[in-house]
């Protein structure tokens, strides 16, 4: 058996062959294919990662919506020390949680309006799939449809994941999911009267961080406004853009007196340590669903892993401290740097970069193009690879990602989803030169030019032999 030392002490290479032993081969060639599936990482601080052989990286991936506090905030180490020192209970929810109570209130204290009961799961797909099943309960079973943009990430498990709807979700999934056009009023209201008195739920991200697409004020209001009038439950899916990602502590609060009937969050909710979301209703839609002793719990999505002590004891520090820190105006400072530095850089390389789009601390980068040899790279492509339409742009969008890493030390990423953009997605406690510097290193590597980026990723991840 191995022992945390020994864990500790392994070379990337014996980390590689357990992963392909025990894991997924498939995942180590994939992840190699880039440096930061080729190193570990030492030790996480801040907005910095320092790998084994002591190399600093500057992290803007924001943890993917986990690291607004960034990697090891100081204040969420200390909740977590005093609770280990003190030996607080985690586990029993017969006796009743003064974190849980806490964090409860200060939800509903920095929320709008009435959202004030909430429920407290561990992943983001569980909390969307507790949302929903509210909306069914609050519905009594008597609706069956649920509506679902066609640009959503919802989660991977069998509910969230047919919520999501990709094509590649080929599993099955809860009954009822119809789809609307993302941020078309007009199709959603097709779509409600296509399932006339049915529709119990509409989930909706206000702002998609998967495909860096936000829905225009009035389209928000027009659901509001439709939800109310056909009885529906209005769902808010804020689990990646909360605690002030995109310059408001949740995208839906910059329109005032707008509220969903349920918003779901997770991801930086947190504080990049604990793993916990909350679904938050309205109080007479949480009422109405469950507020009697025969359903009192059949609210919660799992019945073991919910509202655990030190998860809720960081979690209320990670609202404090977004609350206390601004974390929205610091996302906004990030947004001043990001937005006119990476439309520079869509003007000047207007070939490479289709357009730039985001808000606040979150940016996507389209690149696309490059020279033509490379649709005869795609065609070429092994495995199923060669089928995705979608492949040409993922390869360029790999390469500038791999060579701001390797020349630069920026660890970015893309999505899988929409069209696929570089995500510049830092976290609220990166200094305004680091963001500066992002910028200036994203500019040198399209410089240096498509063609010549992708031929340096494929000869690298045919010279690394993974
Ligand atoms: C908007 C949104 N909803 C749901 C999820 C699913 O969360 P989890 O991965 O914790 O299940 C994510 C995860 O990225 C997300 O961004």
Redesign the pocket.
């Known amino acids: 058996m191995y022992t945390l030392d020994d864990a500790e002490r392994f070379e990337v290479g014996e980390v590689h062959d357990l992963y392909r032993r025990y894991v997924n081969k498939s995942q180590v060639s994939l992840m190699t294919s880039f440096g930061f599936g080729r190193e570990l990482v030492a030790h996480a601080e801040g907005a910095h990662l320092t790998l084994t052989d002591g190399r600093r990286i500057l992290d803007v991936t924001g943890g993917?919506?986990v690291l607004n506090h960034g990697h090891n905030h100081p204040r969420i180490l200390a909740v977590r020390e005093r609770f280990a020192r003190e030996r607080r209970m985690e586990v029993h929810k017969t006796y009743f949680s003064p974190y849980l109570a806490a964090l409860g209130h200060n939800l509903a204290e920095v929320l709008p309006g009435d959202l004030s009961m909430s429920f407290l799961p561990?992943?983001?797909?569980?909390?969307?799939e507790g949302a929903v099943k509210l909306a069914f309960k609050y519905h009594n079973g008597k609706r069956r449809t649920v509506l679902r943009a066609d640009r959503?990430?919802?989660?991977?498990?069998l509910g969230?994941g047919g919520l999501?709807g990709q094509a590649q979700f080929a599993f099955p999934t809860i009954p009822g999911i119809d789809t609307f056009t993302y941020n078309d009023l007009a199709s959603v209201r097709r779509a409600v009267a296509t399932h006339p008195g049915d529709v119990y739920a509409i989930l909706i991200?206000p702002f998609?961080?998967?495909t860096i697409e936000a829905c225009s004020e009035e389209f928000l209001r027009g659901l509001r406004e439709l939800c109310d009038r056909e009885k529906i439950v209005l769902i808010f899916?804020?689990?990646?853009?909360g605690w002030g990602k995109t310059g408001t502590l949740f995208h839906f609060m910059r329109y005032p007196g707008l509220l969903p009937d349920v918003l779901?969050t997770?991801?930086s909710f947190g504080g990049g340590k604990s793993?916990i979301?909350a679904f938050v209703a309205r109080e007479p839609v949480f009422r109405k669903a469950y507020d009697n002793l025969g359903d009192a719990l059949l609210q919660s999505t799992s019945t073991t892993y919910y509202g655990f002590g030190e998860e809720c004891a960081t979690a209320l520090e990670a609202v404090n401290i977004a609350i206390e820190d601004d974390y929205p105006a610091r996302a906004r400072a990030i947004g001043a740097v990001l937005e006119p530095g990476l439309r520079r850089l869509a003007k000047e390389h207007p070939d490479t970069v289709a357009r730039v789009d985001g808000a606040g601390a979150l940016w996507g980068v389209f690149i696309d193009g490059g020279p033509r040899i490379l649709d005869l790279v795609a065609k070429l492509a092994p495995g199923g690879m060669a089928r995705d339409p979608r492949f040409k742009t993922k390869l360029v969008t790999c390469a500038v990602i791999s060579a701001l890493y390797q020349d630069h030390g920026i660890f970015a990423y893309y999505t899988l989803n929409g069209r696929n953009p570089l995500i510049i997605g830092p976290s609220l406690i990166t200094e305004p030169a680091d963001v500066e510097r992002t910028v200036d290193a994203l500019g040198t590597v399209l410089d240096e030019g498509l063609g010549r980026l992708v031929t340096r990723f494929v000869k690298q991840k045919v010279a690394s032999q993974w």
């Open positions: 993917v919506g561990n992943s983001g797909a569980e909390a969307v959503a990430f919802h989660g991977k498990l969230s999501t991200e998609s961080a998967s899916d804020e689990i990646y853009t779901t997770s991801k793993s979301s």
